[in-house]
């Protein structure tokens, strides 16, 4: 499936590892609650304590390509233009649908 989701999507954006790593910790710790805080952007709090805000539209050339991520430490990392890479969009949306 991997694949076919690799081989299948354009994506406007170049890859951001920073994005790319936090999300795969978020999504290996699982996801407490999900919900949408606008019309174009929802929020997703991870059990390890990371919330992701990602914009939530245009999926899937454009998903994720802008928001924040406010770590337990306090820390804020603001992105914009860019996204996490193709297995990692497919490891959250199938984490998105249990």
Excluded: H
């Amino acid at each position: 499936m991997y694949y076919r989701l690799k081989t299948s999507l354009f994506f406007n954006y170049k890859i951001d590892w920073t994005l790319d790593k936090a999300i795969i910790l978020g999504v290996e710790s699982g996801i407490e609650k999900i919900y949408s805080k606008s019309n174009y952007f929802a929020v997703c709090v991870f059990k390890n304590g990371t919330e992701l805000t990602f914009w939530n539209v245009n999926r899937y050339y454009a998903w994720i390509a802008s928001g924040e991520i406010k770590f337990k430490n306090g820390y804020t990392y603001d992105f914009s233009d860019c996204r996490p890479s193709a297995k990692t969009i497919y490891k959250f949306m199938q984490e998105l649908k249990k």
